[in-house]
């Protein structure tokens, strides 16, 4: 899933009460970057000029930080104004996902220039993902299929067969050339590497700027080391267990939440897709279209488009206002009996990219191992959320994944009050529910401002100029605002 501040300092002995327990927490040895200019492959959007990338290396395992050593690629966005410069602000863009070119994005998404002149901006690719040390499950083709999000499932019978798939997938997880590297790739190591990427830069504190998932990655981080953490901006968050059992649940509520402006978006141009007049029928549509690609998909180029892939397609491309025209001209075809026009995308790494992701959630927080669990959760959660229960409440390979190394770790609410989430309200991937749980493991360490918008991020491309006003100023002055607070809706369409 593509993309968290207290009035009192704690004690020490709070503060190290919330580490993990049998790694050490100490400074980590700076072994420094080299940087060099970022080659023009590793973004689909311009490179600023100044970007630079490097890779540092690190311990596979910090309990044995003079054992193997992995790499992690780095890159750094330099200030625009050195003599300004206060920090740096290391970003993550969710996922989990390569976020070496992520610095590229968010400038290409409008990055104010008053953060370029404070910060250096450094992305990074978590260990395991991208050109982080790559790791693998050999997945085929056709266990690529839905990524990381589980088909529908009509059944207990579509659970069990599920359940004998990803089975395999666990297994090919814990077999393959870079399972040396499972225990190790998790939420928790990867917060360290960035404090060994902070230790290396030269730095006392960071500021840090996390989406989706990237929300629990800067929990993490701050968590374990509060006294290094600057400015922490959250945005689109998941709750307080990362991307766990619960959070695939909740995927189904915030379907329901954000499906409404499509429909509103669908009925308000009923004369191009036909899709119907309120957006009560434009519901109704969408329970036609997945029944009538049960009984008969549509052929295309690329195998057969079916109820599955329709459902799914819908989840994703609700994740954007801009996205709406493309999800419904795929209705009006479907509608029609025909192909759906092509979806925007570049399959290439997507191996080690649902490798990576496996590796990464599977290592941390809540899954159920029996298999029976999820039979009973899809049946609750079809009735409950029809759009998309029976899929965010199905099986993954998590349900079969070793135990981890070390416990997840748990967000509290000791520390600096230094954190500022940011949050819409109608999400389809972070919805809304988990960003309040967070919001409450917090505690008095954070602010949440929600917008009223919808999909899938707030900042700094979202249309919301209350909610980017409280990252930027939060960014460039240090204020967030004294309590939670609420922005209404903008003037752009949603």
Request: with cysteine; aromatic share 8%.
């Amino acid at each position: 899933m593509f993309r968290t501040a207290v009035p009192l300092t704690v004690a020490l002995a709070s503060i190290t009460a919330a580490l993990v327990p049998g790694v050490s927490q100490a400074e980590p040895l700076a072994t420094g970057i080299t940087w060099t200019d970022c080659p023009a492959d590793i973004s689909p959007v311009p490179i600023p000029k100044g970007m630079q990338c490097g890779t540092l290396k690190v311990p596979l395992d910090y309990r044995a930080p003079d054992g193997r050593t992995i790499d992690i690629a780095a890159s750094r966005l330099p200030s625009t104004k050195p003599e300004k410069r206060r920090g740096v602000l290391l970003t993550n863009p969710g996922g989990p996902a390569a976020g070496q070119n992520y610095p590229a994005f968010l400038v290409a998404a409008g990055l104010p220039q008053s953060v370029r002149d404070l910060y250096d901006v450094i992305g990074f690719d978590p260990r395991g993902i991208g050109k982080s040390t790559p790791v693998t499950c050999d997945l085929t083709p056709e266990q690529l299929g839905t990524g990381n999000i589980p088909p529908y499932a009509k059944n207990a019978a579509d659970v069990a067969a599920r359940a004998a798939e990803v089975k395999q997938v666990a297994q090919q997880c814990a077999t393959s050339k870079t399972a040396w590297m499972l225990p190790h790739v998790n939420p928790a190591n990867t917060a360290r590497d960035m404090d060994s990427i902070r230790a290396a830069l030269g730095e006392s504190k960071i500021s840090f700027a996390g989406a989706s998932w990237g929300t629990h990655l800067g929990a993490v981080y701050t968590t374990l080391f509060p006294q290094r953490s600057d400015r922490i901006v959250l945005d689109s968050n998941l709750g307080p267990g990362g991307w766990d059992y619960p959070s695939d649940r909740l995927w189904s509520q915030g379907v329901e939440d954000r499906f409404p402006d499509f429909a509103k978006f669908a009925a308000a141009n009923h004369r191009e897709y036909g899709l119907g007049r309120t957006p009560a029928q434009v519901r109704a549509k969408y329970f036609e279209l997945a029944k009538r690609l049960e009984k008969k998909p549509v052929q295309t180029p690329d195998g057969p488009f079916d109820a599955v892939a329709f459902r799914l397609l819908n989840f994703g491309l609700l994740y954007g206002p801009t996205q709406a025209p493309l999800l419904a001209s795929i209705w009006k075809a479907v509608d029609a009996n025909q192909p759906p026009p092509p979806i925007p995308g570049d399959p290439a790494g997507a191996e080690n990219l649902i490798s990576g992701r496996y590796y990464m959630v599977c290592n941390d927080g809540y899954w159920p191992k029996s298999v029976s669990t999820y039979q009973r959760a899809v049946a609750a959660d079809r009735i409950k959320y029809p759009l998309f229960g029976a899929a965010g409440a199905n099986i993954t390979p998590c349900a079969y994944w070793p135990d981890p190394a070390e416990p997840a770790v748990k967000i509290t609410d000791r520390g600096p009050s230094n954190v500022l989430l940011v949050q819409n309200l109608r999400d389809p991937a972070t919805p809304l529910a988990g960003a309040r749980q967070l919001r409450k493991a917090l505690g008095d360490r954070a602010v949440m401002v929600t917008a009223d918008q919808g999909g899938h991020g707030v900042y700094p491309g979202g249309k919301n100029r209350c909610a980017n006003h409280a990252v930027t100023t939060f960014l460039t002055t240090g204020e967030r605002p004294e309590h939670d607070y609420h922005c209404a809706a903008a003037a752009a369409p949603q």
